[in-house]
């Protein structure tokens, strides 16, 4: 039999027993962690440095964290384990229900000694955890949000899975928002120095600065107007788009929404309610109607005559989230596209069933407006909408 290592003879069974149980709520929350990890992490508490948790916390944040999602959990999951603060959000971020066994919560909030580690042991093989008996699963290797964030919006039964997203579409908007306001473009002058592009220029002359590179930010923002379809076919995906709406007015000053069905709705007046509840309250008085047939072209047909020229300027992208289904001519769908492409500088159309496996756009309406639109992308979970902000910043 092999001797046991140095650093583990350093050790005592129960700061080994605490290590084991953070490694493994680590990995719970989708950390990714092998054996030279762990070994180096053992080495770690064996060492002077690890006086108390406040001196080895950096060493083993730079140890576990590997991705962006693990730097922003490490902290929240390291005071829950060593330090017991904030341990009924870190089990949330678990994705395991919020009640959980006696023999998880003592592991998550640092087991005191041997025993406390086998009952751990105990509750991670599944022998009488709550999660076998129930059906419900741990959603293992990541977290809430990332769960929610790959989910179809159409398989969010769960209420609190539903409101969490309805939550994380609007952060989501009011964040693209805050990050494309920031970026700035190059120019010859300016307010502030753009000293990255200016280093790099001076490559060419040795690093010496030669020409000094500004920035200004953009003259004219980005206009977005979204048009959202209500009809029935969507309606497993209006919820979470009109809360993703509402962050996008609430941040996008230079923003307007629609709703559309047999007829086109103006909403904005009512998603600029700082009470996102109170904001679809309203909505849903004023669109009555929804959840029956769609007429893509006639709701088209009301927005390039009575809304466009106050809506649409040279940087505006008209961003329209259909499943293209029309019960009317797709000629006249057709014709409305090709007037509002004239307009506007993009059309994006965000199709939720292009998230569907084998999905192809067959719908004549669907098949007519494909000629104009600059984006055809999905739009049926959190991840999908995150990926236009890219987009966005290039107009």
Known sequence: MSAMPKAEQDLGDMMRARLSGFVRTLRDNGFVLGLSEVRDALAVLASPVAAGPSRFRPALRSLFCSRHSDWVQFDEIFDAFWLRRGMKSATRMSGAPQKTPDGVQAAATGARGLASQQQADHVQRGEGTETVETGQTRREGASRADFLGKTDFRHLTDPDDLAEAHRLAERLAVSMRARMTRRMRARARGQRLDLRRTIHKSIANGGTPMQLVFRKRRE??????????????????????????????????????????????????????????????????????????????????????????????????????????????????????????????????????????????????MKAALPFIDLFAPAHNLESLEALEPYLARI
Not at 247 to 257: C, I, K
Not at 336 to 345: D, F, I, K, T, V
């Open 220 to 365: 004219k923002p980005l206009r977005l107007v979204v048009l959202l379809d209500g009809s029935g076919s969507m309606s497993l995906y209006s919820a979470v788009f009109l809360r993703f709406m509402h962050g996008v007015l609430d941040a996008f000053r230079e923003a307007e929404a629609f709703l559309f069905h047999t007829r086109l709705v103006h909403i904005s007046p009512a998603l600029r309610e700082r009470d996102p509840e109170r904001a679809v309250q309203r909505m849903a008085l004023m669109g009555q109607g929804t959840g029956g047939g769609t007429r893509i072209g006639e709701s088209l047909a009301t927005f390039n005559r009575w809304h466009a020229k106050r809506c649409i300027h040279s940087r505006t992208c008209v961003m329209i989230v259909s499943d293209g289904y029309d019960t009317g001519p797709a000629e006249r769908l057709g014709e409305e596209m090709q007037a509002l492409r004239r307009r506007c500088r993009r059309i994006a159309w965000l199709n939720p069933m292009i998230g569907w496996r084998d999905y192809a756009p067959e719908a004549a309406g």
